[in-house]
């Protein structure tokens, strides 16, 4: 079965940096887009971002300049680098995947089966 293991949350100051970490298995990730969204209290779900099998990255526009995406395909990990933090950043961070077309990180949001049990990240002004 689909097994997503978030880590690398924490707290930060406005301007910081983290890198989340998802470990996957259960699914061979030629078929599946992988990816992250993100959610605030008393806010909707927000995709972050999104990685197709052949690589290639979309960014949603809040974050774009300041997020990558990114796996390592042999470590079966996905990784999510973000960088120049701002407080509006801060929220639940969870990796999900699954069968979507488009792989974007709306479509994934709104369409995923799989996700992890999610990252808080906190940055502070």
């Known amino acids: 079965h689909v097994e997503l293991v978030e880590s690398g949350g924490g707290s930060v100051q406005a301007g910081g940096s983290l890198r989340l970490t998802c470990a996957t298995s259960g699914y061979t990730d030629t078929n599946f887009c992988e990816g992250w969204f993100r959610q605030a209290p008393g806010k909707e779900r927000e995709g972050v971002a999104a990685?197709?099998?052949?690589?290639?990255?979309t960014y949603a526009d809040s974050v774009k300049g300041r997020f990558t995406i990114s796996k390592d395909g042999a470590k079966r990990t996905l990784y999510l680098q973000m960088d120049s933090l701002e407080t509006e950043d801060t929220a639940m961070y969870y990796c999900?995947?699954?069968?979507?077309?488009?792989?974007?990180?709306?479509?994934?949001?709104?369409?995923?089966?799989?996700w992890g049990q999610g990252q808080q990240v906190t940055v502070s002004s």
């Open positions: 990685i197709n099998n052949d690589g290639s990255t």
């Open positions: 999900a995947v699954d069968r979507v077309i488009p792989c974007d990180p709306v479509a994934l949001t709104l369409n995923h089966n799989y």
